[in-house]
C-alpha cells in the first residue's frame, strides 16, 4: 500500500526555467510533509517541509505547495540550475502514528537540469 | 559538526550469509532511524531507537533482522540469513530527540548486494 506516490520517475527542464515535482498521499492523517534531495552516493538531505496548517512554504528558489482536499503536493524550483540534478523524495508524517517521527517516503523523481 | 557515519559502504555476500552494518549517529543525537530503500522506492522504515530503546519496529522482519543501540549511542543492523531481496541500500539516520518535525539527518548508506 503505497501511502505517499511520485507518479513521475523523471524530469528534465534546462536551466533558468522552473522545475515542478509533484506528489500525493493517501493518507487523512497525514500532516506534515517534507522534501528531501539525494545525491548520487549520498544520503537524503532534508530540503523544505510545510505543515498543514499551510497551503505554502517557501525557502529561497524553493516553494512547496500543499493542496489538501486534493491530498496533493508540489516542489517548484525556480529558476532551476545544474545543481539541482538529483532524486527528490517527499515524505510525510502521521499525526495519528505511534512512531513520534517516522516517515513515509515516496518513491522518488530523478530531475536532471541541463545547461 | 560530523554527520552520520555508516560503514561498510558496500557489501557483497551469497544468500543465507549473515551479515551487519554500523551507524554512528550525529553526537548528542537521542534519536537513531533505521531505513531501507530498495532500488527504485523511496525508504522504508524499519526500526526506530530513542536513546537505547524501541520506539517502533513493526516494519522490521524480526526472523531475520535484529539491531541493537548499546549505550545508546552507536547502532548495529545485522540480517542472518540474508535472501536476494534483502539487496538494497540501508540508511542511517539521527535526529535530536526524535520530534515529529524535527529533521532527520541520513548517513550515506552500506550498500548491500546479496547474491
Known amino acids: 500500500d503505497q501511502q505517499v506516490k511520485q507518479n513521475s520517475p523523471s524530469l528534465s527542464v534546462q536551466e533558468g526555467r522552473i522545475s515542478i515535482l509533484n506528489c500525493d498521499y493517501t493518507n487523512s492523517m497525514f500532516d506534515y510533509f517534507l522534501w528531501y534531495k539525494k545525491y548520487p552516493a549520498e544520503g537524503p538531505t532534508f530540503l523544505i517541509s510545510?505543515?498543514?496548517?499551510?497551503d505554502k512554504n517557501e525557502d529561497g528558489r524553493f516553494t512547496v505547495f500543499l493542496n489538501k482536499s486534493a491530498k496533493h503536493l508540489s516542489l517548484h524550483i525556480v529558476p532551476s540550475q545544474p545543481g539541482d540534478s538529483a532524486v527528490y523524495f517527499c515524505a510525510a508524517s502521521d499525526a495519528g502514528g505511534t512512531s513520534y517521527g517516522k516517515l513515509t517516503f515516496g518513491q522518488g523523481t530523478i530531475l536532471t537540469v541541463h545547461p | 559538526e560530523a554527520g552520520v557515519a555508516q560503514s561498510p559502504r558496500y557489501k557483497i555476500i551469497e544468500k543465507r550469509q549473515s551479515v551487519a552494518f554500523w551507524c554512528n549517529p550525529i553526537s548528542g543525537h537521542a534519536t537513531l532511524y533505521w531505513y531501507q530503500q530498495i532500488l527504485g522506492q523511496g525508504p522504508k522504515l524499519l526500526i526506530q531507537?530513542?536513546?537505547?530503546?524501541?520506539?517502533?519496529d513493526s516494519q522490521l522482519p524480526k526472523d531475520r533482522f535484529s539491531a541493537e543501540r548499546l549505550k545508546g549511542v552507536d547502532s548495529t543492523l545485522k540480517i542472518q540469513p540474508a535472501k536476494l531481496e534483502d539487496s538494497a541500500v540501508y540508511l542511517c539516520?539521527?535526529?535530536?530527540?526524535?520530534?515529529?518535525?524535527?529533521?532527520?539527518?541520513f548517513g550515506p548508506g552500506t550498500r548491500l548486494l546479496v547474491l
Open positions: 510545510i505543515s498543514s496548517i499551510k
Open positions: 539516520a539521527s535526529s535530536l530527540v526524535g520530534g515529529r518535525m524535527e529533521t532527520q539527518y
Open positions: 531507537f530513542q536513546n537505547n530503546g524501541v520506539v517502533d
